[in-house]
């Protein structure tokens, strides 16, 4: 199993990027997915989450209303496209999967890291002022 991410880069504040997580080894539709970050000298972070499906989708409140988590399961890939980005979101960004769980009330909204089996190589982000 490999996630490949891609499409970090130096971009200034306000600006916007499109990170692509390509995967290989699983077929992504019977998996939830999601995106992580780490600052340098910090702990990785939850960012984003998306059900197999691509049906509900759950962002920590620092990245709510300006980054949005979406999958294309034909291509076996997941993006999270960032928007009005700040020096702050700046961070190595890593996807991650694992086998999709429901519960009666709809599927499990993993935002642990423990949380992932499967993680990506991450792509660096770096946001200026």
């Known amino acids: 199993v490999q996630l490949q991410a891609s499409g970090g880069g130096l971009v200034q504040a306000g600006g916007s990027l499109r990170l692509s997580c390509a995967a290989s080894?699983?077929?992504?539709?019977?998996?939830?997915m999601g995106w992580f970050r780490q600052a340098p000298g910090k702990e990785r972070d939850f960012a984003a989450a998306?059900?197999?499906?691509?049906?509900?989708?759950y962002y920590a409140d620092s990245v709510k209303g300006r980054f949005t988590i979406s999958r294309d399961n034909a291509k076996n890939t997941l993006y999270l496209q960032m928007s009005s980005l700040k020096p702050e979101d700046t961070a190595v960004y890593y996807c991650a999967a694992d086998q999709e769980t429901y519960y009666s009330s709809g599927p499990w909204v993993r935002t642990m890291a423990y949380e992932y089996k499967f993680w990506g190589q991450g792509t660096l982000v770096t946001v200026s002022s």
């Open positions: 080894g699983l077929t992504i539709s019977s998996f939830a």
């Open positions: 998306v059900s197999s499906s691509g049906g509900s989708a």
